[in-house]
């Protein structure tokens, strides 16, 4: 093979050239501490490096949304607190109002107080994220939710916001209410004791008040109302599906329980004092009540004559039995909505846990496709420039062979 001097400058160059850029290349990959620069170091890993950073992103997007979603629960969950700790003072001022020894002057003191509560209620349930939407209105964030009209005893709450529950995914699979409605939470609060209500008549003229009420063994769905007909004796009547029942007589004895119902679904009322003749007392089932209805209709029972009559005062004490009822399963109908967001939180903990210990070993098995090992690399660059100067000098010695240098 005949080789001219043209073909060994040409190869000679093309060596070096090949040797300088693998030493180049090595030198990227220690100033970058990555082995994979380009696909074309390695597409296997460079393949799988991608999937994985992939699924990184997402995770990370799953523990951005987690973060979001734990600020609004606990936003949240705060205003609700609030309003426990609103309703609680205000069956602390109820029970307080019951004492004997207060005059009317002393309980329109509280209804004032009470007015007060009830603008603090209102504008607990009108309140906004730090997004400027309104917690409690469901999807329509920009929409205020609640707005009252009237005068005090007979003021009118009306909801503005729709029944939807903002949600943020959290998890492959995993949708997370991250908002409550503010009908679920403030307007749709049971009555009475949760399962039925006891309630005396507005117009009674004695002085029955009722008394403790509880289930034996359940309650159905039909209506009981007792109708006194003597000092000791009362009708009662039962209504099954809007037909009532023929009357039947009862002896009445101050204080003491009375049993109604039936075998698998009874319980248990008792009325104090001496109701009159044609007075009505009525066990009805629960039926749903918004909480600012029940604060109105404490300051219109506060800011009443209480203390004319024995008969005022009965009435007011059954007013007060009835408001206090319904205090306590707005109490407890927050306490059970404090519950769910603690246990939402909670969820978001563990899956917060699980995502980012997730996204550490996403971090390893990347390195593990990509990261130089430092020693080899320092080899190898050691040993790529020993080879490249071996070439440049040899070619040195190549290139200055002549015949001319001999003659």
Do not use: C, W
């Amino acid at each position: 093979m005949r080789i001219s001097t043209s073909m060994m400058f040409d190869t000679g160059t093309q060596n070096m050239l090949q040797l300088q850029t693998s030493l180049y290349k090595l030198q990227n990959q220690l100033s970058t501490g990555r082995r994979v620069l380009t696909p074309a170091d390695d597409p296997v890993a460079a393949a799988q490096a991608l999937v994985i950073s992939q699924r990184q992103s997402i995770n990370t997007q799953f523990i951005d949304n987690q973060a979001n979603a734990e600020s609004q629960l606990a936003g949240l969950e705060s205003r609700i607190a609030g309003v426990g700790d609103l309703l609680q003072a205000v069956k602390t001022r109820a029970v307080e109002a019951g004492n004997g020894a207060y005059s009317d002057s002393d309980r329109r003191t509280i209804a004032a107080e009470i007015r007060e509560r009830f603008d603090e209620l209102v504008g607990l349930a009108n309140s906004s994220d730090a997004m400027g939407n309104y917690v409690f209105s469901g999807f329509r964030g920009d929409t205020q939710p609640f707005s009252t009209t009237g005068t005090v005893g007979s003021r009118t709450t009306v909801y503005d916001g729709d029944d939807g529950r903002r949600q943020l995914q959290v998890e492959t699979g995993r949708m997370m209410d991250v908002s409550e409605s503010g009908r679920d939470v403030f307007m749709n609060i049971p009555q009475g004791n949760g399962k039925f209500m006891f309630t005396a008549d507005s117009g009674n003229l004695g002085t029955g008040v009722v008394g403790a009420s509880s289930l034996i063994t359940g309650f159905d769905d039909s209506s009981y109302q007792l109708v006194f007909t003597g000092t000791n004796t009362y009708d009662l009547t039962v209504t099954t599906n809007g037909v009532p029942a023929a009357p039947v007589s009862g002896t009445y004895v101050s204080g003491a329980d009375i049993t109604l119902g039936s075998v698998g679904q009874q319980f248990k009322i008792s009325i104090a004092g001496a109701p009159a003749i044609g007075d009505k007392f009525d066990v009805k089932p629960a039926s749903n009540r918004d909480i600012f209805k029940t604060l109105d209709s404490m300051i219109k029972a506060l800011e009443g004559n209480v203390s004319s009559t024995p008969v005022s005062r009965a009435a007011f004490q059954n007013q007060m039995t009835t408001i206090s009822e319904n205090l306590d399963q707005a109490l407890d109908h927050m306490l059970s909505k404090q519950t769910s967001i603690g246990a939402r939180r909670l969820e978001l903990q563990s899956l917060t846990d699980v995502a980012s210990d997730l996204n550490i070993q996403y971090k390893q098995d990347i390195a593990a496709l990509q990261d130089l090992d430092y020693t080899k690399a320092i080899s190898d660059m050691a040993n790529q420039k020993m080879v490249l100067e071996a070439a440049q000098l040899s070619f040195k010695q190549v290139s200055q062979m002549s015949l001319f240098n001999y003659l």
